[in-house]
C-alpha cells in the first residue's frame, strides 16, 4: 500500500498541481494533508477546491485554524515574543485577506477537520499532539522527538508546520516531516511531500513552475506578495523586514 502524504501548501496551486502529477504516476491508494492549506498564497480557494474534489482526507493547521480563532495571537505572542512581526502578518494582514478569498462555506469546511488522524501504523499531526503551533525541528534530539510523538501509540509519526523534511528512525519509532508543498524552507525551491510504499518512507522532491507561481502572486492583490514571492524562489523563509 502505498500513502502519500502533503503539508504546508499555502495558496501555491501550481505546486499543488505538480505533485497531484507526482502521485498519481506513482499511484498513491492513499493522500492525506497535514493542514496549512490556504493562507499565505494567492490561490487559497483554488488549492481548497482541489483537495476537496480530489476527497483527500486529512486535519488542520495552525494557519487553518487562526482564521476562525484570532484570540490564538495573544496566547502565541505570550509563548514567543520575538515572533511579534510574523504573528501580526498572519493574523493582522493574511487572515482578512485569505477569509475575504476563501469565503464563508470553505471556512465552515475547514473548520471540520481535525487535529489528528491515525491511518494504520502512522499517525498524522500538523505540528505536535495537542499543539498545532509548537515542533522539533530536523536536528532535534532523539530524547526530544521520543518526548513529543512516542505517546502516539502508532510505529511512525508523520508532521507538517517545520516546512523541512527529513526521516528519522528511533528504534521501534520512525518519525517524518513531509516538507512543505507550497513554501519550502531548506533552500530547496522544489516541492516536497512524504510517500510511505510498503512500510519505506521517502520524501519526495516534485520540480514545478516556480516562476508561475511568482508571476500569480506579484500580479494578484494579496498581500505581502513580493516577500512571499522570494520565499518561493529560494525555499527559504524570507524575513518579514528583509524584502519589502
Not at 519550502?184 to 522532491?205: K, M, N, T
Amino acid at each position: 500500500m502505498r500513502v502519500a502524504v502533503v503539508s504546508d501548501i499555502h495558496g501555491n496551486l501550481p505546486a499543488l498541481e505538480a505533485v497531484i502529477a507526482d502521485i498519481e504516476a506513482r499511484r498513491a491508494d492513499v493522500v492525506l494533508h497535514a493542514g496549512d492549506l490556504a493562507l499565505a498564497g494567492c490561490q487559497p480557494a483554488e488549492v481548497i477546491d482541489r483537495i476537496r474534489e480530489l476527497g483527500w482526507q486529512g486535519i488542520v493547521g495552525n494557519t487553518d485554524d487562526l482564521l476562525w480563532r484570532p484570540e490564538e495571537r495573544r496566547v502565541q505572542l505570550e509563548r514567543a515574543p520575538k515572533l511579534r512581526d510574523l504573528l501580526r502578518m498572519l493574523f493582522d494582514v493574511y487572515a482578512p485577506a485569505t477569509l475575504d478569498l476563501i469565503g464563508r462555506e470553505r471556512t465552515e469546511w475547514l473548520r471540520t477537520l481535525p487535529r489528528e488522524r491515525r491511518e494504520d501504523e502512522v499517525t498524522l499531526v500538523h505540528a505536535s499532539p495537542g499543539d498545532l503551533w509548537r515542533a522539533p525541528g530536523p536536528d532535534a534530539e532523539d530524547s526530544e522527538l521520543l518526548a513529543t510523538y512516542g505517546g502516539c501509540g502508532t510505529t511512525m509519526v508523520v508532521y507538517g508546520h517545520i516546512h523541512i523534511p527529513y526521516v528519522r528512525s528511533l528504534g521501534r519509532l520512525v518519525v517524518a516531516n513531509s516538507g512543505s508543498v507550497g513554501s519550502p524552507f531548506d533552500g530547496d525551491p522544489r516541492a516536497s511531500y512524504l510517500l510511505l510504499d510498503h512500510g519505506e518512507l521517502q520524501i519526495v522532491r516534485v520540480e514545478y513552475d516556480v516562476e508561475r507561481e511568482v508571476s500569480l502572486l506579484l500580479s494578484s492583490t494579496y498581500p505581502d506578495a513580493r516577500r512571499l514571492a522570494e520565499t518561493r524562489r529560494q525555499g527559504r523563509f524570507v524575513s518579514i523586514n528583509g524584502c519589502g
